[in-house]
């Protein structure tokens, strides 16, 4: 960012000097963000769940660089299960649960209504950003294929509408990214595979039951979807992040969120 820009922000240079070495950091980064036409949210890999303002690790003397269980966060078992995630890592669940309890009601298969449940988990505590693959990746060892395949979907779906199964453009999607926006060619290319693929419409249903607007005053627990999570989900005996799965160093980056290295 030009110097100039940078001082008639803060208000000038005595301003800027009167500022610690964060103060600035922080007034950089806001300075940056605001000359941006859209909002731009940190990338949060790992770094969405109860991270404290001002906890950003600095190094100073006699200070060590952070490594293993944070304090900060719920501890982790040895052999984390699902549940355990979904306790303790997943924050508040309540899209996932309220998607999950819609597809319950809409009399759908036990394996769409675990797929509702688990199809935004990378964006609750791994990665936002391409959340449909990287969700199909953390499951895949431990679901049915359909389920996994329909999360990876999903995500490209949920920006084409088609109003023959009962799935118009989000409403939501207009506020979020405006009147105009066109996804990545990706998408589409994604979207017209899917279309023509025997579990298209397991990967519609999670796009028909997510929930962006619901009821706050309907609680939905994880422990109603207990037996559905028995029944069509593997927990690895040594633990997610411990069984050297392909996507085993996925689960050990939300048990160990913050390690330096
Ligand atoms: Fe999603
Ligand atoms: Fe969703």
Redesign the pocket.
Known sequence: MDRRKFLAYVGGASALAAMSANEKADALEQAMTDELENRVVKPAICTTFRREAGSEISKKPGQYFHMGHDPRLPRMSDKPTLLEFFEKRFGDAS?LLQ?ARLAKINGLPEKIVLACLL??ISGRAFIKTDHGYFGAQLVEPYVDEEISWAIRYHQSLRFIPDEAVGYPYPEAYIRYFGEDFKPEPYIYEAAEYAKNHKWYMTSRQICIN?VYSFDPNVKVSIDDFKDIIARNWRDPEQGLGYDNSPCAHMWRAMIFPNNFL
């Open positions: 899209h998607s199809h935004d997510d």
